[in-house]
């Protein structure tokens, strides 16, 4: 009987690689973009190349030394929707390989923001919310195992929820004519928006071991709460009345993370008329150790109507760290401990490009981008790429704007469940509509 619980329980906890045990050690899966980049349809538009243009209240996210560049007081919405899908390859179990979707809609950013002066110094403040980091996911497949007298056959569901968001208070001033400094406060709570994710692992099927048939049931829930703050620094360099060059820095910073676990296993030996139901609940407070991230961008403008840009953006995923209370510490990108990861920092390539087609009454923005956006893995970052194009309407102090931004990528994740010989494809579409007003 030991033979078999201790069975079960391995292939129960391993299927996908979620470990369950008391120092709540796991993984902590981005589905989304992992890098913590800015907001807004016209930014997004231009394939995220915003770094070196930030000329729009969504500088609080981009690089907050642009926001000087905002002359009237304005409020700004975003909002976003997304469908992606994973298409999964087990070489192990082919039966578990096959598609996997999932669509959501959102808000993605608001904004406040007023310019005034004082001592003869053009500042600006803005009140700004950002929604960074989505977790949303759901799989759902079969995968049959067996040994030299075992077998079991299992049916899986895997489904994340929740995001994290940050409210940001910005400051910025122009301490010369063409050089300004900027700052974003963000604040990580549930002021807004609760700061939260869930994971659920249901799993349940037959086997037998030895000649003894049996049934089983496990369900898994792990609930996490975060709660933290960290800054953006920001610089904008107008070099000339073409060439613009900024650059950020956003801080690393310690996460309260709350950690509430319940799991339930139910086994059933329909031979030998004998069952059992084990269920644990337990709440664990960790840290979450958030890395630094950085970028430097360009915009040159060849004509009132025309505008190229570029970033490199930078995180430092290898200082992504989950310690728990006892004070293990591992990494949530492999869930190994700290010494066995092999994390290397994930650099963003980023170009866009911007024209105005400028009447007496209006405007109309056509916008493209490319972008390399990789994904923290063990060994060396996952190649994730992307295009995007936008376009809008500016009329008097209205500014309507939307992007469509595809995402994609071949083969990768295969340290995400090393043991099943796993990989995917990514296909990510997403739309994004922005409404900015002037007074």
């Known amino acids: 009987m030991k033979k078999i619980f201790f069975l079960i329980c391995i292939i129960l906890t391993g299927s996908i690689q979620l470990s369950h045990a008391q ?20 930014a997004l538009g231009m394939g995220g190349a915003f770094i070196g243009v930030a000329d729009d209240a969504t500088a609080a996210s981009w690089n907050p030394g642009g926001l000087i560049q905002l002359e009237l007081p304005e409020i700004s919405f975003v909002g976003m929707g997304f469908h992606r899908t994973d298409d999964n390859d087990f070489t192990n179990n082919p039966e578990a390989s ?37 977790f949303t996911r759901k799989w759902s497949f079969p995968i049959y195992q067996k040994g030299i007298d075992w077998h079991i056959d299992q049916n899986v569901d895997y489904q994340s929820d929740g995001s994290l968001s940050a409210l940001g208070l910005a400051y910025c001033i122009e301490i010369l004519p063409r050089i300004s400094l900027g700052m974003t406060l963000n604040l990580w709570n549930d002021w807004f928006k609760r700061n939260e994710w ?3 692992h249901y799993q349940w099927g037959t086997g037998e071991d030895g000649g003894d ?17 960290n800054a953006n620094f920001g610089i904008l360099w107008k070099i000339n009345g073409r060439l613009t060059l900024g650059a950020v820095l956003k801080t690393p910073f310690e996460a309260d993370l709350e950690i509430r676990h319940n799991s339930f296993v139910s086994r059933q030996y329909t031979d030998l008329g004998y069952g059992s139901v084990n269920e644990i609940d337990t709440v664990e407070d960790a840290e979450l150790q958030m890395p630094l991230s950085f970028g430097v961008g360009a915009s040159y403008r060849f004509s009132k109507a025309f505008t190229a840009s570029m970033d490199l953006y930078g995180t430092k995923w290898d200082d ?4 728990s209370g006892n004070g293990k510490k591992t990494s949530p990108i492999t869930g190994l401990s700290e010494a066995e990861s092999d994390i290397d920092p994930a650099l963003q390539l980023r170009l866009g490009a911007e024209y105005l087609f400028i009447q ?4 109309v923005p056509v916008r493209a981008g490319l972008f ?16 995007s194009m936008g376009s809008g309407f500016a009329y008097k102090k209205y500014i309507f704007d939307a992007a469509y931004q595809y995402r994609f990528a071949r083969n990768i994740g295969e340290s995400i469940l090393n043991a099943w010989g796993f990989s995917q494809d990514i296909d990510e579409h997403t739309l994004y509509f922005s409404l900015i007003v002037h007074f």
């Not at 007496?360 to 405007?363: G, H, I, Q, T």
Request: glycine content about 6%; hydrophobic content about 35%.
């Open 98 to 134: 096959g598609t996997q979707s999932v669509s959501k809609t959102g808000i993605n950013y608001f904004s406040a923001a007023y310019p005034f002066q004082l001592l003869e110094r053009n500042m600006i403040v803005s009140l700004s919310y950002q929604n960074l980091y989505d």
């Open 360 to 363: 007496p009454k209006y405007a």
């Open 372 to 387: 390399y956006d990789p994904a923290p893995a063990q060994g060396s970052p996952d190649n994730i790429y992307g295009i």
């Open 23 to 42: 120092d709540f050690l796991q993984r902590i899966e981005i589905p989304s973009s992992p890098n913590p980049v800015g907001s807004g349809a016209r």
């Open 198 to 200: 869930e994971t659920k």
């Open 213 to 229: 048939a049996f049934t089983f049931e496990s369900r898994s829930i792990d609930e996490y709460s975060f709660n933290g703050f």
């Open 320 to 323: 992504f760290i989950l310690e």
